[in-house]
């Protein structure tokens, strides 16, 4: 098979698995190619909306297990292929140069077995960053099963690295997965974690040494291939926060690929569902929500017509209105209509002065939801009620009413810009020339000695 | 025309320029109803105006002033708030200094007053679309292997993104043209340029490139979920206008 086909092949493998994020990284150039942006970079969107920020292919999709919900399961009908290393980085090179990706996210199906897979894609992260020079981006997946040592050493090369548990819950994993227990999941998870926590310690002390998975690790849930309630879904992904420090849980909507007694007739994947529960992940991890907050075994699922966080305020009607000019940070950002970025201006703006309805509007808050449970310097906003009915109304997610321009569901950004650009230090070299009279030496820009010793003023043109 | 009060300050376009301008409004003592770019002035008669020259000190000093009365973060909203290019943008500049001089860095905070809101908004608009250009600007390998990018930015941004890709592909030859405004930053590995110049010339294709090219196209049919489809949210993301500049999407 070419590189082309086996491109495709091995990129329909990968795209089930929804994490691209390529955040976190702190890596520099030294003398080669390619760095880290903090806040990670979308190069482009996939015609199902979603980000395309790395280069996420499988190594192989040759997979000798057989997990019901995977569509590279070994009984199952389809075209098969894997990747030498020098394809790979082939590719990743290539692409990076032409500033199409941030980085690489290589995975695997197991092939022959998981230490076999670990080796073999640890091979390509090393020659990338020894023989390539290579300071991109860079998430492995961890193999579950795979030697300890394996996952050690490529953990020193790489970014990120992300175990998938993938069905959340052991009952599932017994049905739908019966070659990967829990148990073998969470090990290297937590083997991970202390190797991170480890490296940390020990670069505070020896600022050389190198960092173990610098930008964390991750995982993926798998939404609606299993009967678990969003509620346990959630608790999960809370207590892999709290206890394995993971920088990411990811949900994916199940897409039916396969039909088998064991799974769930559907005919669209649960893209709300999902929707819903990315947003209580924010919640958890931004705003200051636990789990037990949000859901109840009463109320173990979250509503369609309400995201968790007005669902939440309408529930707690009893602790609203709330002063705009007095009230903490961790309170504001229970408010539904405002959200980090609109919060934090106003605690700025109110160290200046005392805010009114207008202020807020220009800040950004969205007034039409959070009218209801704020006061400005003692007065509620012209359409504040009380009556839990219009306060609902309000709420509804624009999303789901007919003929809205509003946003659509999909992706979730917490910014929408980043603030890490220096001021630019070249702008002095931005002077309005004259017109060049002879715009056909500008190549010779590439052929001057350089040694450093070209001078702006070598090129008027 | 015998206006005794009141001019039209015009300067050539560039930042040092508008800084120069600034400098005059403030030492000048006379009365400055507009102050506007060459590149956009169209003169009448009816007003009088007054041709301000680059002096790079004189803009210095202005720079300097605004860094050590006002902050750090106010002269970066300012310079991006210039660098959008918004009509008007000159006086709300000129709005928000004054402000500034008098109340300091206080003006940070104040995110809710109109008249900061005038610079800042723009200035999030360059800060916005300077993010999105480092990840859908798209280099194309040439002959004499030179990659070369083009883009047409709704904001003058090439100064402001250039040092990323410098950083970045610090061991190639690149060029960032800006075909709206024959603006580009040239970069030889070692040095980078930033001027305006109209690239003519420009060499062939790379032998290999339109391979890379259709592989990336590959990838990029590949990596969507089909039954997830989802036009909309893809142009919320990804607008229409940056579209020509995308390999994948020509």
Redesign the interface.
């Known amino acids: 098979m070419n590189?082309?086909d086996k491109?495709?092949v091995l990129?329909?493998a990968?795209?089930?698995d929804v994490s691209c994020s390529s955040s976190g990284g702190t890596r520099?150039?030294k003398?080669?190619?390619?760095?880290s942006?903090t806040?990670g970079?979308?190069?482009?969107?996939?015609?199902?909306?979603?980000?395309?920020?790395l280069?996420?292919i499988l190594l192989s999709n040759e997979c000798i297990y057989d997990c019901v919900y995977c569509v590279n399961r070994v009984s199952n009908d389809v075209t098969r292929a894997s990747f030498t290393a020098d394809e790979v980085i082939e590719?990743t090179m290539?692409?990076y140069?032409?500033?199409?990706i941030?980085g690489l996210f290589l995975s695997s199906a197991v092939l022959k077995n998981p230490s076999y897979t670990m080796e073999l894609m640890l091979d390509i992260v090393r020659r990338l960053r020894n023989e390539h020079?290579f300071y991109g981006y860079i998430h492995l997946k961890g193999i579950p099963g795979a030697d300890e040592k394996l996952i050690n050493e490529a953990g020193m090369f790489v970014d990120r690295m992300s175990i998938n548990i993938e069905l959340p819950s052991d009952k599932g994993l017994e049905v739908l997965a019966p070659q990967k227990p829990k148990k073998a999941l969470l090990r290297p998870m937590q083997q991970i974690n202390n190797k991170i926590i480890a490296s940390k310690e020990e670069h505070k002390t020896f600022k050389s040494s190198k960092l173990f998975v610098p930008a964390g690790q991750s995982t993926q849930l798998i939404i609606g291939a299993t009967p678990d309630r969003d509620l346990s879904i959630l608790k999960l992904s809370e207590a892999l926060y709290d206890n394995f420090n993971l920088k990411r849980v990811y949900y994916s909507?199940y897409?039916?690929t396969l039909t088998d007694s064991r799974l769930p007739a559907l005919i669209?994947?649960p893209?709300l569902r999902e929707h819903r529960l990315y947003q209580a992940d924010w919640l958890l991890r931004f705003y200051g929500f636990s789990a037990d907050e949000l859901l109840s075994k009463a109320n173990p699922d979250f509503s369609p017509e309400l995201d968790p966080k007005a669902d939440w305020a309408l529930r707690n009607l009893h602790l609203f209105p709330i002063e705009i000019n007095s009230i903490d940070y961790e309170m504001l950002l229970r408010v539904p209509g405002i959200g980090i970025q609109s919060a934090k201006?106003i605690i700025?703006?109110r160290?200046?002065?005392r805010?009114n309805f207008?202020?807020?509007k220009?800040?950004g808050v969205v007034l039409k939801r959070s009218g209801h449970f704020i006061t400005c310097q003692g007065k509620t906003y012209e359409t504040y009620s009380k009556n839990e009915s219009v306060v609902k109304e309000s709420l509804v997610s624009s999303k789901l009413l007919p003929q809205s321009k509003k946003?659509?569901?999909?992706?979730m950004s917490l910014f929408?810009?980043?603030?890490d650009?220096?001021?630019?230090?070249?702008?002095?070299?931005?002077?309005?020339?004259d017109?060049?009279s002879n715009?056909?030496q500008?190549?010779s820009?590439?052929d001057?000695p350089?040694?450093?010793r070209?001078l702006?003023s070598d090129?008027h043109? | 025309m015998g206006g005794c009060c009141s001019v039209i300050y015009i300067y050539?376009?560039?930042?040092?320029?508008f800084l120069t301008a600034v400098h005059h409004y403030y030492y000048d003592r006379q009365s400055v109803t507009n102050i506007e770019s060459a590149l956009s002035y169209r003169p009448n008669l009816i007003d009088d105006y007054k041709n301000i020259i680059?002096d790079?000190s004189r803009a210095k000093s202005v720079e300097k002033a605004i860094l050590d009365k006002i902050s750090?973060d106010s002269?970066?909203n300012i310079?991006r708030c210039f660098f959008s290019e918004t009509e008007g943008r000159e006086m709300w500049i000129i709005r928000y200094i004054k402000i500034g001089f008098k109340i300091g860095s206080?003006i940070?905070?104040?995110?809710?007053?109109?008249a900061v809101?005038d610079v800042l908004q723009p200035a999030?608009k360059v800060?916005?679309e300077?993010?999105r250009m480092?990840?859908?600007?798209?280099?194309?390998?040439l002959e004499?292997?030179?990659?070369y990018?083009k883009i047409q930015p709704d904001h003058n941004i090439i100064?402001?993104i250039?040092?990323?890709?410098k950083?970045?592909?610090?061991?190639?030859?690149w060029v960032i043209h800006d075909t709206k405004r024959s603006l580009?930053a040239?970069y030889?590995?070692?040095?980078?340029?930033?001027?305006?110049?109209?690239?003519?010339?420009i060499?062939n294709l790379h032998a290999?490139e339109l391979k890379?090219q259709?592989?990336?196209k590959?990838?990029?049919?590949?990596?969507?979920?089909?039954?997830?489809?989802?036009?909309?949210?893809?142009k919320?993301?990804?607008p229409k206008r940056y579209w020509k500049h995308?390999?994948?999407?020509t």
């Open positions: 590189l082309f491109l495709g990129a329909d990968a795209k089930y520099n150039n003398n080669g190619v390619g760095n942006h806040a970079i979308c190069h482009t969107w996939s015609d199902d909306g979603r980000c395309v920020s280069l996420k590719l290539n692409f140069r032409r500033n199409y941030e020079g909507a897409v039916p669209k994947p893209l201006r700025a703006s160290r200046v002065g805010l207008d202020n807020l220009k800040i946003a659509v569901v999909g992706q929408s810009t980043s603030n650009y220096d001021i630019g230090r070249n702008t002095s070299n931005l002077y309005l020339f017109q060049p715009t056909k500008w190549l820009y590439y001057q350089q040694d450093g070209l702006l090129i043109l | 050539d376009g560039t930042w040092d320029g680059v790079t750090f002269l970066d310079m206080k940070d905070c104040m995110l809710g007053d109109p809101l999030r800060k916005f300077c993010h480092l990840g859908l600007l798209r280099f194309e390998l004499s292997n030179i990659y990018a100064t402001f250039s040092s990323h890709f950083e970045r592909f610090a061991d190639q030859n580009a040239l030889n590995t070692k040095r980078m340029l930033i001027s305006y110049m109209n690239l003519t010339n060499p290999d890379f259709s592989l990336w590959n990838y990029f049919k590949h990596i969507a979920i089909k039954s997830r489809f989802n036009p909309k949210l893809q919320q993301f990804l995308l390999t994948e999407k």
